[in-house]
């Protein structure tokens, strides 16, 4: 038996932490799984713009807003390239958590015109 707070091992016939005061379990849950949470994630901008893509990842960066960019290489893949002035052929989205979605669309709103 284990406990899942302080991960201590006890002997069979122990049911609860002495230290923590929690009850044991069969088995523990590796370290990452253990710290593991859940993030829903929400498309904030949707773009092909390059400059517009820029800009909202410094907008979010500067505000310290997690976010993930969801296809920008995609023209790596494709030997096409994304830089320079042309623009993305694919269309490029940032995504935040749910959570962060009412800050992010207000920061963001003067330079999403395609969302």
């Known amino acids: 038996m284990f406990c899942p707070?302080?991960?201590a091992e006890y002997v069979k016939g122990i049911t609860e932490c002495p230290e923590c005061g929690i009850a044991l379990v069969d088995m523990l849950a590796s370290k990452s799984e253990a710290g593991a949470v859940d993030?829903?994630?929400v498309t904030?901008?949707?773009t092909?713009?390059?400059m517009a893509l820029l800009m909202?990842?410094?907008?979010?960066d500067s505000e310290g807003i997690r976010y993930v960019v969801v296809g920008d290489r995609f023209q790596d893949i494709l030997g096409?390239?994304?830089s320079?002035?042309?623009p993305y052929l694919?269309?490029?989205k940032i995504q935040v958590a749910q959570e962060d979605e009412p800050d992010a669309k207000i920061l963001l709103e003067g330079i999403v015109e395609d969302t």
């Open 5 to 7: 707070e302080c991960r």
């Open 39 to 41: 993030v829903v994630l």
């Open 44 to 46: 904030v901008l949707e």
């Open 48 to 50: 092909s713009d390059r």
């Open 56 to 60: 909202a990842r410094s907008i979010l």
């Open 80 to 82: 096409i390239g994304g």
């Open 84 to 86: 320079g002035s042309t």
């Open 90 to 92: 694919a269309r490029i």
